[in-house]
């Protein structure tokens, strides 16, 4: 007799995958991760933005506590004047080593020997030390040092932003436009004075154009190879710590510009000209004088900016600029970089 709870055969429920139902998960998880990379990348992208940006508006407020406190902005850097700063490295402190003390960074502030130049190896200690305020998350190439000749010295530290000194290059006795100090023919000239000067102590009041309109610091890209000097913060050359003759008149003309001469700094190697035309960080190869540089970023479309009032703001690489080498003044950007032109951009940044 046929017992009552005879055992089912439960053999069809533990059927396992096959293997065309195995290949069909895996490419519907393989959709999935592609679907969700982009936006996964994007919201990193957005939060190395944000730190960027945090960044600005530390080091904004950190500049205009020095003003308070000294009754003039930092200059740029300090150099004996007409020692031609495009061609040597014997310099002083420069406006990222003067607010150190405002960014929490007095510790390093004091372990400089300010009667030795910036390049003496015995203040190779402190150019060396990272400041977290000074990077920027979204470029790779700021954990690599810049290691110049003997005369440059070794082991100085990245970093991510350049105060805006103006739209002349940074070269002494340069004719009409040469910005080098506070007598200087281009420092002198309201359509190319920008906000921070190479040995410049400018008065907060001689931002004419207004604190909300003119741009006082500004993101720049570490250099592509260790002797290329773009993004050094104890250093005060342009590219290093500095941009200047980024509108008007040149070829580093914008945020990002990517002219084929635009940036003229020292430590571009011509052999790889055609990456850095790839990665938009061009360079002069015409001399290693360090006298011109762009802002630029790693942000995809634009930089961000520090403006005199301490807010930061974001300005599109579309914004309208002159347009080509040799043009003459202005266009909207141009009206940013110079603090007492008389004209003020209130458009769309």
């Not at 914008?254 to 790839?278: F, K, M, Q």
């Amino acid at each position: 007799m046929q017992h009552p709870f005879r055992q089912r055969d439960n053999s069809s429920c533990n059927r396992a995958f096959t293997l065309v139902e195995l290949l069909v998960v895996i490419a519907i998880i393989g959709i999935l991760v592609a679907l969700l990379l982009p936006a996964v990348q994007a919201a990193r992208e957005s939060a190395r933005r944000a730190k960027c940006q945090s960044n600005l508006r530390q080091l904004s407020l950190a500049i205009l506590n020095y003003e308070s406190s000294y009754h003039a902005l930092p200059a740029a850097y300090q150099y004996t004047p007409n020692l031609s700063p495009h061609t040597t490295d014997n310099f002083g402190p420069n406006w990222v080593i003067a607010i150190l003390p405002f960014v929490e960074g007095t510790t390093v502030y004091d372990r400089f020997d300010f009667s030795e130049w910036i390049s003496n190896p015995i203040n190779e200690y402190p150019r060396s030390q990272q400041l977290e305020v000074m990077l920027c998350p979204s470029d790779e190439r700021n954990q690599t040092p810049f290691n110049g000749s003997a005369r440059e010295g070794q082991n100085w530290a990245r970093g991510n932003y350049g105060c805006n000194a103006g739209n002349g290059p940074n070269i002494s006795n340069w004719g009409t436009s040469g910005i080098d100090g506070p007598d200087s023919a281009g420092w002198l000239d309201p359509y190319r004075r920008g906000v921070i000067g190479p040995n410049v102590f400018h008065s907060l009041k001689a931002v004419t154009d207004g604190t909300s309109n003119t741009m006082m610091l500004g993101e720049l890209r570490a250099g592509m190879t260790e002797r290329d000097r773009r993004g050094v913060w104890a250093l005060g050359q342009a590219g290093a710590s500095m941009i200047i003759w980024h509108g008007w008149g040149g070829d580093a003309n914008g945020p990002n510009a990517c002219w084929v001469s635009a940036d003229d700094i020292e430590g571009c190697e011509a052999a790889l000209a055609d990456e850095y035309l790839r990665e938009c960080m061009t360079c002069y190869w015409g001399d290693e004088w360090t006298d011109q540089a762009a802002p630029r970023s790693t942000h995809p479309g634009g930089c961000y900016f520090g403006l005199v009032d301490g807010s930061v703001r974001w300005i599109s690489e579309s914004i309208e600029t002159t347009g080509s080498l040799g043009s003459s003044c202005c266009a909207p950007w141009d009206f940013l970089i110079l603090s007492a032109d008389g004209e003020v951009f209130s458009g769309d940044l």
